[in-house]
């Protein structure tokens, strides 16, 4: 059985509340109004999370898309350069369209690597962007480069605070003074390695935004061929849609993103999605 509620700001998970679209916003606990997605290659935020980022981004925050590589190995025809400069034009276009800003840590596809090099990496990009909310892939995915940008999300959104953790980087940004929120997208085809369901806590409806995002993922025109020859998908258009419309039947939305919000200890236990988005985020209990 499942038993779903709409957060707003302010409240605990499972209490009712009625949105308030004029609510002061004086009283915004979250100051910082930038928004960083942290995603392994270019049109893995567009498949997974970039109907909410369009959101956010109409009420006013900044937006970065990130990712760690370029998608170098994104091509059987073109070589790791040539395909490399490709995807990152598609990704600045597919970014421009919701207004956001994209960002390439130019690491290699399938040389993502937890170490201290990519890790000082992650850790300047969230002190320069300061961002409220972080996104990222689920700690399980289906492959490692996937899971190893989670952890590095992880450690960076936390050790960000910490001033003794120094980057290297020439222009080095000072150290954050809270921990932002971090949020897991669902996997993609919402199963773990070993086909075990992966289930989203917290849905965000995209029906406004849906085109937008089919728009930014068409953007990413080189993959269609690729992915339909590695992996066997005919369209990412068609597995894009199923993929929100399965969020959306879990949440009782048309289409929806899920996502779990890092709760450990030293993270923020409060809700900032639906602060931003009260109207428009719904917590599903499984």
């Given at each position: 059985?499942?038993?779903?509620?709409?957060?707003?700001?302010?409240?605990?998970?499972?209490?009712?509340?009625?949105?308030?679209?004029?609510?002061?916003?004086?009283?915004?606990?979250?100051?910082?109004?930038?928004?960083?997605?942290?995603?392994?290659?270019?049109?893995?935020?567009?498949?997974?999370?970039?109907?909410?980022?369009?959101?956010?981004?109409?009420?006013?925050?900044?937006?970065?898309?990130?990712?760690?590589?370029?998608?170098?190995?994104?091509?059987?025809?073109?070589?790791?350069?040539?395909?490399?400069?490709?995807?990152?034009?598609?990704?600045?276009?597919?970014?421009?369209?919701?207004?956001?800003?994209?960002?390439?840590?130019?690491?290699?596809?399938?040389?993502?690597?937890?170490?201290?090099?990519?890790?000082?990496?992650?850790?300047?990009?969230?002190?320069?962007?300061?961002?409220?909310?972080?996104?990222?892939?689920?700690?399980?995915?289906?492959?490692?480069?996937?899971?190893?940008?989670?952890?590095?999300?992880?450690?960076?959104?936390?050790?960000?605070?910490?001033?003794?953790?120094?980057?290297?980087n020439s222009?080095?940004?000072?150290?954050?003074?809270?921990?932002?929120?971090?949020?897991?997208?669902?996997?993609?085809?919402?199963?773990?390695?070993?086909?075990?369901?992966?289930?989203?806590?917290?849905?965000?409806?995209?029906?406004?935004?849906?085109?937008?995002?089919?728009?930014?993922?068409?953007?990413?025109?080189?993959?269609?061929?690729?992915?339909?020859?590695?992996?066997?998908?005919?369209?990412?258009?068609?597995?894009?849609?199923?993929?929100?419309?399965?969020?959306?039947?879990?949440?009782?939305?048309?289409v929806a993103?899920?996502?779990?919000?890092?709760?450990?200890?030293?993270?923020?236990?409060?809700?900032?999605?639906?602060?931003?988005?009260?109207?428009?985020?719904?917590t599903i209990?499984?």
């Open positions: 059985m499942q038993t779903y509620t709409t957060i707003a700001a302010g409240k605990q998970q499972g209490e009712d509340f009625i949105a308030d679209p004029h609510r002061d916003s004086s009283t915004n606990p979250f100051p910082a109004q930038s928004i960083l997605a942290l995603f392994a290659h270019p049109d893995d935020a567009e498949f997974l999370c970039v109907g909410t980022l369009a959101h956010l981004a109409e009420r006013g925050l900044k937006i970065h898309i990130a990712t760690m590589t370029a998608g170098d190995c994104g091509s059987t025809t073109l070589s790791a350069k040539k395909i490399a400069n490709v995807r990152r034009g598609e990704a600045r276009r597919a970014a421009k369209l919701i207004g956001a800003h994209y960002i390439c840590l130019n690491e290699r596809d399938l040389h993502v690597f937890y170490n201290r090099k990519t890790l000082a990496k992650v850790t300047e990009l969230v002190r320069q962007t300061s961002p409220s909310i972080v996104f990222t892939h689920s700690p399980v995915d289906y492959m490692v480069d996937h899971e190893t940008t989670s952890q590095l999300c992880q450690t960076a959104c936390f050790g960000a605070m910490a001033p003794n953790f120094r980057t290297g222009r080095a940004a000072k150290p954050l003074k809270s921990v932002p929120h971090l949020y897991y997208a669902e996997p993609f085809g919402g199963r773990d390695i070993l086909g075990k369901e992966v289930h989203a806590t917290l849905f965000v409806d995209i029906a406004s935004t849906f085109s937008r995002k089919a728009q930014t993922l068409s953007c990413h025109e080189s993959q269609q061929k690729f992915l339909r020859t590695q992996q066997g998908i005919p369209q990412l258009l068609d597995m894009m849609r199923a993929m929100a419309e399965r969020a959306g039947m879990i949440s009782h939305f048309t993103e899920g996502f779990r919000q890092h709760l450990g200890q030293g993270f923020p236990q409060d809700e900032a999605l639906a602060f931003f988005l009260p109207e428009l985020v719904r209990k499984m």
